[in-house]
T-cell receptor, first 114, second 115 residues
Framework: DAGITQSPRHKVTETGTPVTLRCHQT?????MYWYRQDPGHGLRLIHY???????DKGEVSDGYSVSRSKTEDFLLTLESATSSQTSVYFC?????????????FGPGTRLTVT | AQKVTQAQTEISVVEKEDVTLDCVYE???????LFWYKQPPSGELVFLIR??????QNEISGRYSWNFQKSTSSFNFTITASQVVDSAVYFC????????????FGTGTRLKVLA
C-alpha cells in the first residue's frame, strides 16, 4: 500500500471556524490532490499540486486554500467552514515520471460542520 | 473538456451472476489514461486497473475483466461469478496526458451482490 496518511480522520467543527486537513506521503511522489466526496457527485477535485509550492485549482475550489512547503505534505484549509463543506475529503498522490499514472488515495477525513 | 459518465447508479445481482459496469468518457486528447477504482463499505479507495489510450487490449484478472473500445469511448468492467465481497461502489476515471495530470471521476456505480 502507498504510504499516505491523513489527519485528522474525523472532525466536527462549527460554522465559521478555520479547519486544516493534512495529507502526508512517504512515496516522494510529485503530484498531490485533494478531493471531496459527496453522495451523487463522486469525487470532485478541490486543488492539486504538481510540486513544492506549485498548486492549482480544481473544479470546486471556492472556500478552500492549499499549501505545499515540502514534497511530503499537502495541507487543505477551510478558512471559514460552512455546512456545505461537510463531506469526506480524500488526498491522493501520483507519480507520472515512472510511467505509472494511477492515483493512490489516503484513508479519508470525515468533516462535519455544524 | 473531459467527462466520465457512469449511467448505472446502482446495480443489484445475486451471487454468482455476471455483471458489467459501464463507463463512457469524453476527451479531446489523443493520449489519455483510464482507471477503475473500488470503494468497499469500509470507505477506502482501491486502484484496480489503468488502461492507456494507445493500448486497446482487453484485460482479465481473475474474475475481473475490462473491455476498452475507443470507437465507442467506453471502458467497461465485468465481474464474472460475482461474490458478496464484490459489493462496493466502483468509480471510473480519466486523466489526460497533456501536462496538468488532472483526473475526472464518474459519479460511481454501487454494486450490491446478494447472497
Amino acid at each position: 500500500d502507498a504510504g499516505i496518511t491523513q489527519s485528522p480522520r474525523h472532525k466536527v467543527t462549527e460554522t465559521g471556524t478555520p479547519v486544516t486537513l493534512r495529507c502526508h506521503q512517504t512515496e516522494n511522489h510529485r503530484y498531490m490532490y485533494w478531493y471531496r466526496q459527496d453522495p451523487g457527485h463522486g469525487l470532485r477535485l478541490i486543488h492539486y499540486s504538481y510540486g513544492v509550492k506549485d498548486t492549482d485549482k480544481g473544479e470546486v475550489s471556492d472556500g478552500y486554500s492549499v499549501s505545499r512547503s515540502k514534497t511530503e505534505d499537502f495541507l487543505l484549509t477551510l478558512e471559514s467552514a460552512t455546512s456545505s463543506q461537510t463531506s469526506v475529503y480524500f488526498c491522493a498522490i501520483s507519480d507520472h515520471g515512472t510511467g505509472e499514472y494511477e492515483q493512490y488515495f489516503g484513508p479519508g477525513t470525515r468533516l462535519t460542520v455544524t | 473538456a473531459q467527462k466520465v459518465t457512469q449511467a448505472q447508479t446502482e446495480i443489484s445481482v445475486v451471487e454468482k451472476e455476471d455483471v458489467t459496469l459501464d463507463c463512457v468518457y469524453e476527451t479531446r486528447d489523443t493520449t489519455y489514461y483510464l482507471f477503475w477504482y473500488k470503494q468497499p463499505p469500509s470507505g477506502e479507495l482501491v486502484f484496480l486497473i489503468r488502461r492507456n489510450s494507445f493500448d486497446e487490449q482487453n484485460e482479465i484478472s481473475g474474475r475481473y475483466s475490462w473491455n476498452f473500445q475507443k470507437s465507442t469511448s467506453s471502458f467497461n468492467f465485468t465481474i464474472t461469478a460475482s461474490q458478496v465481497v464484490d459489493s462496493a461502489v466502483y468509480f471510473c476515471a480519466l486523466s489526460e496526458a497533456s501536462g496538468t495530470y488532472k483526473y475526472i471521476f464518474g459519479t460511481g456505480t454501487r454494486l450490491k451482490v446478494l447472497a
